[in-house]
């Protein structure tokens, strides 16, 4: 650890310039950086490492570098009855690893496993006193000796600011901020945290999301209708587990460390690095860092393409609180993003949508719609267009006349007038990412990760072609749906 710890004063006037930095908008930073000559447009670099890690360069006048690492993560890579494990296993990490932390390895080994040990056994035992204590008892033990804030004031000497995990389903990120001459060793640490990780505190952290996913299931009004859409649509999608309600288990440290390999494996993750470097520079660093790949092998469970529904299936759900009508359509093949972006928002988004119009002109004024594409959220779009639309005047004829909005939504092209305004709103929220260049490093990253065939872009289109919209609302519309009610 003494390369990470060594005081050195650029290491001080680093951090300071850092601080500076963190003060200044990316309008002044980039105001600054052109008038002195930097190009604040060069094109952005792809690369894979020779580990097997994939790396986004993103070169903008910023002089700070914010590094984001994004992870698609979802049930597959959870044992059954712990979903969510992967994001916990993520926070865990923060707390260091054996060489970051630890004030005697061999030793706090032993400790984890014990206190592995205490909290089955306390499961299994519920209400047993005896138990409780030797888990409390465990818990002090290995907390001595380990120190899950060394990892933070590593970084933080590199220096590397606000260091974080980001929850974005099924997509974990984690994030930092750094500088440019600090890549090296920021690099050295993240590939040590992918291949000595402790998992300190991994039982408590557990305990926290627990709770917070089961009252965050308990809250969700629409969690039974699409669990059942799902049933119907995509059977055993591993997507149905998390609408299911949290079991109270508690993982072991060899599940969460065998989720953590399999999540963290150079093939599943995306790094991407924005602001005012020399990318042929951090390239060359990168690959200096990023050598030797895992040993084990990542092999994700093969899944049968999604296929137009040559059939209406239709199902009822009871006890729901507001009256709702769910219809899901098989996606075809999305060959661009920004194009599925637009159709959702024109199509569904609100009352302002084609069929927020259609239930406005059929007198179904206090109705809602939403739509959710691709839902759920997976790689390359290879999942379903989810249109809900809820009316607490009941369900009567409401799929009905869903369904004839859909058929004039293919009819013809989208007027040119209401594809600005739907561009007008994608440009909007473009336009509030690239403000903050540390949230625009989250979107690239979480963007790589669920459309990797896709090029990687710091700008989205100034055009949306109605006729595109179109095409894929018609491919989209071509199959039959899945329809589901959900009744008080």
Not at 208 to 220: E, I, N, P, Y
Request: glycine share 6%; hydrophobic share 45%.
């Amino acid at each position: 650890m003494a390369w990470a710890m060594a005081s050195k004063p650029r290491r001080v006037i680093a951090l300071a310039a850092l601080a500076g930095l963190l003060g200044t908008s990316i309008a002044e930073a980039r105001a600054q950086a052109q008038a002195a000559g930097a190009n604040a447009r060069a094109a952005v670099v792809a690369f894979t490492a020779p580990d097997g890690s994939r790396f986004v360069l993103v070169p903008d006048a910023v002089a700070a570098v914010h590094w984001a690492v994004a992870t698609f993560v979802d049930a597959n890579d959870e044992p059954r009855g712990l979903e969510g494990l992967a994001y916990t296993t993520m926070r865990a990490s923060l707390g260091g690893t054996w060489r970051t932390g630890s004030t005697d390895v061999e030793k706090e080994q032993q400790a984890l496993a014990s206190l592995d040990e205490a909290w089955q056994n306390a499961l299994q035992r519920p209400g047993d006193a005896a138990s409780a204590a030797r888990v409390i008892e465990s818990t002090e033990i290995a907390n001595g000796l380990g120190d899950t804030a060394a990892f933070r004031r590593v970084l933080a000497a590199m220096p590397a600011h606000r260091p974080e995990v980001i929850d974005r389903q099924p997509v974990c990120i984690f994030a930092l901020t750094t500088l440019p001459d600090a890549i090296g060793d920021v690099g050295r640490l993240l590939v040590e945290r992918r291949e000595q990780q402790a998992l300190r505190e991994l039982q408590a952290m557990w305990m926290q999301d627990l709770h917070r996913r089961t009252a965050s299931h308990f809250a969700d009004a629409t969690a039974a209708v699409r669990a059942e859409v799902l049933a119907l649509a995509m059977p055993n999608h591993v997507a149905a587990r998390s609408l299911e309600q949290p079991q109270s288990r508690v993982p072991k440290r060899a599940e969460a460390m065998a989720v953590w390999e399999s999540t963290q494996h150079p093939d599943r993750t995306v790094h991407v690095l924005l602001g005012d470097f020399d990318t042929t520079a951090a390239m060359e660093t990168l690959s200096a860092v990023f050598t030797a790949a895992p040993s084990h092998k990542y092999e994700r469970p093969a899944t049968a393409p999604l296929r137009a529904f040559q059939s209406m299936r239709r199902s009822t759900v009871p006890g729901v609180r507001v009256p709702v009508v769910a219809l899901a359509w098989a996606l075809p093949p999305v060959e661009d993003r920004f194009v599925l972006e637009a159709a959702r928002l024109w199509l569904g988004d609100g009352l302002e949508s084609h069929i927020g119009q259609e239930l406005q002109r059929a007198g179904r004024t206090k109705a809602s719609v939403q739509c959710l594409v691709p839902w759920p959220r997976t790689v390359d779009g290879a999942s379903l267009l989810l249109l809900e639309v809820s009316d607490p005047g009941g369900t009567d004829q409401l799929g009905e006349l869903v369904m004839a909005a859909v058929g004039t939504a293919v009819a013809v092209a989208p007027s040119p007038a209401s594809l600005r305004q739907v561009l007008a709103t994608m440009q909007r929220r473009w336009c509030g990412l690239t403000d903050d260049p540390r949230q625009l490093a989250l979107e690239l990253a979480e963007t790589a990760v669920l459309w990797p065939r896709a090029t990687v872009s710091a700008t989205m289109p100034d055009h949306v072609s109605p006729e595109a919209v179109q095409a894929l609302l018609t491919k989209t519309f071509t199959g039959q749906p899945v329809v589901v009610e959900g009744r008080p």
